[in-house]
Each structure stands twice: as C-alpha cells, then as structure tokens.
T-cell receptor, first 113, second 116 residues
Framework: GESVGLHLPTLSVQEGDNSIINCAYS??????FIWYKQESGKGPQFIID?????DKRQGQRVTVLLNKTVKHLSLQIAATQPGDSAVYFC????????????FGTGTQLKVEL | GAGVSQSPSNKVTEKGKDVELRCDPI?????LYWYRQRLGQGLEFLIY????????KSGLPSDRFSAERTGESVSTLTIQRTQQEDSAVYLC??????????????FGDGTRLSIL
C-alpha cells in the first residue's frame, strides 16, 4: 500500500538552515489563516495564525507571511531542528461561514542531520 | 491539561458494517468539528456543532454519515454500511467560545478507520 506522504511535496533541509514552506489558498474572502504541524499518527498541532488585515506575524522561530494579492501564504522556520520534521498544512477560514477550516494539501518537511 | 480525546484510536471493520467514532472535546469548548483525512492528503471538513445551534452538515459526503453531540460535550460520528472508500483518519477538533477569529481549533489524534 501507499505510505503517508507519497503524494505530498517534500522539502528537505539541513539542520540549522531556514525552511520556507509555501501555500496557495483558494478563497479571496478568507479572513483568517493558520499553519498546522502534523506528526505521524498525531492530529494537527497549531503553530501560528494571521488575520487577513496583516501581512506578517512572528512567533518563536516561525514567521508567517500573507500576500492577499496572489492568495499566498508562507511559513518560515528559522534554524530548523530535527523535531521540526513533519507535514505542514496551511488552513484558511472564512469566519462568516462557521469557522470551518479549509486545508491545503500539505508539505512534508524533512530535516537532515 | 486534557486535550481532545478520540476513541477508538484504530478501527478495522468489514465492508457493510456500521461504525461509531467518539470525540471528547476539551471542557468548556463550545464548538466541535469533524474532519476526514485520506492517506497523504489534507483534512476535509465533515460537520460542525456550535452550542445549541443546528449543526452545519454541509461536508458530510453521503447520507451514510451522521453525527450527534450531547450538549457541549461528547460527539459521535456514525458511518453506516461502510465502504472501502471510507477508510481514512477521522479527526475531531474543538474550539473555545468567542468570536472565533483568534481561537484556533484544537485537534485530537484521530481514529484510523480501515474497511476490509
């Protein structure tokens, strides 16, 4: 059978390097965006969020950039560590529509030692 | 503290059988969501409960799928007459009360359903 991640784009980085994960979203009316990290066998874990009236937000080692003109999100991870290896999903919400998340397809991040 | 709890963690059943999946949300969280995640893919919205309002069932893929929630606590997702394409991980999430814009959903670890 197929293994998890077979159809996911993969980003391989060296430990200590910065990672940039990109995502295109679909709904121009979406007003809230979230990045989730999902480790194998686990549910998605919240990383960072951003409202549509912002274009950048920083957290601890992570930065999210939002470009509404081209409907693009990116997640930057500084000094990538082996524990960052996971699948990363962006999700969009139109808060006028019940706050249900619409997820992108995900990117597998592999950190090489 | 306690997170979202789902049971069973794994379920294997024969095609045609009914299954029930359970979600215990975080205490005090008024909103509860079910999602389906097929192998190697993102999550698909299924159904959303908010307080005493009528649930948003717009993501349920067929009438074989249904869900209930008792007040603001436990929810059960039921799949009748299971088919092989129902094989997936079923994830539950809950969210605290509030405007929602700055209230991210908290996920359980899911139930991995395999239909033989």
């Amino acid at each position: 059978g197929e293994s998890v991640g077979l159809h996911l784009p993969t980003l391989s980085v060296q430990e200590g390097d910065n990672s940039i994960i990109n995502c295109a979203y679909s709904n121009s009316a979406s007003d809230y965006f979230i990045w989730y990290k999902q480790e194998s066998g686990k549910g998605p874990q919240f990383i960072i969020d951003i409202r549509s009236n912002m274009d950048k937000r920083q957290g601890q080692r992570v930065t999210v950039l939002l470009n509404k003109t081209v409907k693009h999100l990116s997640l930057q991870i500084a000094a990538t560590q082996p524990g960052d290896s996971a699948v990363y999903f962006c999700a969009e919400i139109f808060t006028g529509g019940g706050n249900k998340l619409t997820f992108g397809t995900g990117t597998q991040l592999k950190v090489e030692l | 503290g306690a997170g979202v709890s789902q049971s069973p963690s794994n379920k294997v059943t024969e095609k045609g059988k009914d299954v029930e999946l359970r979600c215990d949300p975080i205490s005090g969280h008024t909103a509860l969501y079910w999602y389906r995640q097929r192998l190697g893919q993102g999550l698909e919205f299924l159904i959303y409960f908010q307080g005493n309002s009528a649930p948003d069932k717009s993501g349920l893929p067929s009438d074989r799928f249904s869900a209930e929630r008792t007040g603001e606590s436990v929810s059960t997702l039921t799949i009748q007459r299971t088919q092989q394409e129902d094989s997936a991980v079923y994830l539950c999430a809950s969210r605290p009360p509030g405007q929602g814009r700055n209230q991210p959903q908290h996920f359980g670890d899911g139930t991995r359903l395999s239909i033989l």
